[in-house]
């Protein structure tokens, strides 16, 4: 067993702690994206508590990797990850959505340390994601890029371009997540417009694909690591996801898609998330 049992129990603990984050804020700011910023943690603590090369003191440190939220809504999680990484002050979370915050609704990487692309506009962070990357490959230079997509995020035209221009242009320096929990804006992802069988159509545009449990740290960190050997094409990990996960009242509603949590439930909800 590579990733040691402690080590696991830490960024388990660092999830908890990040959705509590979440919570808080979102509640505070009486706005925000609870359901899909929830259901994306374990694979933001997993990219930035173990994956990614990069310095939270440095943030322009040019050998740094890259990740791109490109579900830019669930900025929530990312703040709350990059508080816990010591970007900025955890304090500063409570100034989420607030006028001249450096947190803003949407993740702009003009304000917040950190940030690497402004994203909200849903499509287009996996073309961002694709340049940058194709630009370190004729560089020679070693950075790899990771984003996150929603699912519903799929039903966007201009991902299935870039899918296609991954794949012919060989762009093996780069890793998408799609935080695949079966809901989006207007309800369930197969209603709106279904995107299955979505792990052929992604083998279909010449990507090696790997499904995971998206709340499973160990197995995150197992399946990236396999994913990075003999790595010749652009890779993406389908992972299975629930979306407000971890508040059973959350869980699944779709009416907490975009709206944070009554004030009145918030004790409640961090007793939840203090338990597992
Ligand atoms: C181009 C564009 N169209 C519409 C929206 C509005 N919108 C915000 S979130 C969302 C649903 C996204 O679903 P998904 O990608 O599955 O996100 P998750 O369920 O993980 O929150 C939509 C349509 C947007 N942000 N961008």
């Known amino acids: 067993m590579r990733h040691k049992v402690e080590i696991i129990k830490e960024l388990e603990r660092k999830a908890s702690i990040a959705r509590q984050e979440v919570v808080k804020m979102t509640s505070n700011a009486n706005s925000g994206h609870l359901g899909g910023s929830l259901s994306c943690i374990e694979i933001l603590v997993a990219l930035y508590f173990h994956q990614l090369k990069h310095d939270p003191k440095n943030p322009s440190w040019a050998k740094r990797d890259r990740f791109i939220l490109s579900k830019g809504h669930a900025a929530p999680a990312l703040y709350a990850i990059l508080a816990l990484r010591g970007y900025f002050p955890k304090e500063e979370l409570s100034s ?73 242009r060989k762009i093996n320096n ?69 979306k407000g996960k971890g508040i059973s009242f959350v869980e699944n509603k779709h009416e907490y898609h975009a709206r944070p949590l009554p004030r009145e439930l918030v004790n409640q909800a961090i007793a939840e998330l203090e338990k597992r």
């Open 96 to 168: 989420l959505r607030k006028i001249n915050s450096r947190l803003q609704g949407m993740p702009d990487n003009r304000k917040t340390p950190g940030v690497e692309v402004s994203t909200g506009s849903l499509g287009q962070g996996l073309s961002v994601a694709l340049g940058m990357a194709l630009g370190f490959k004729l560089a020679g230079r070693k950075n790899h890029v990771y984003a996150l997509l929603g699912d519903g995020e799929l039903d966007e035209g201009q991902i299935w371009e870039a899918a296609m221009f991954a794949s012919a």
């Open 174 to 242: 780069v890793t998408v997540f799609v935080d695949r929990n079966y809901g989006q804006n207007d309800g369930r992802t197969e209603e709106v417009l279904s995107i299955e069988p979505i792990v052929s159509k992604w083998l279909a545009c010449g990507w090696n694909v790997f499904e995971v449990n998206g709340h499973n740290i160990k197995e995150i960190l197992d399946v990236l690591d396999r994913s990075m050997e003999n790595r010749s094409k652009p890779t993406i990990l389908i992972a299975k996801t629930v």
